[in-house]
C-alpha cells in the first residue's frame, strides 16, 4: 500500500536522524575517562543501523 510505503520512508527518516545524533553523542563521549555512555551509544547506534537495514528490506518487498 502507498500509504504503507508513506509512513516506513517517515519512521525510516526519523529513526536515522535519531542514529546520527546518537552517533554524535557517542563520538563526544569517547574520549571521556568513563567511556561507559560511549559504548552504550554505539550499540544503540549499530542496532538502529540494523533497524533501518532491516526497515528497508521490508519496504523494497512490499514495492515488489
Do not use: W, Y
Not at 14 to 41: P, S
Not at 53 to 58: A, C, G, I, K, M
Amino acid at each position: 500500500m502507498a500509504s504503507d510505503d508513506a509512513e516506513l520512508s517517515s519512521i525510516t527518516t526519523a529513526l536515522d536522524e535519531l542514529r546520527q545524533r546518537i552517533t554524535l553523542l557517542a563520538e563526544r563521549n569517547a574520549g571521556a575517562e568513563d567511556e561507559t555512555l560511549a559504548q552504550g551509544l554505539f550499540d544503540v547506534e549499530r542496532t538502529l543501523g540494523e533497524a533501518l537495514r532491516r526497515l528497508s528490506r521490508l519496504r523494497q518487498s512490499t514495492q515488489a
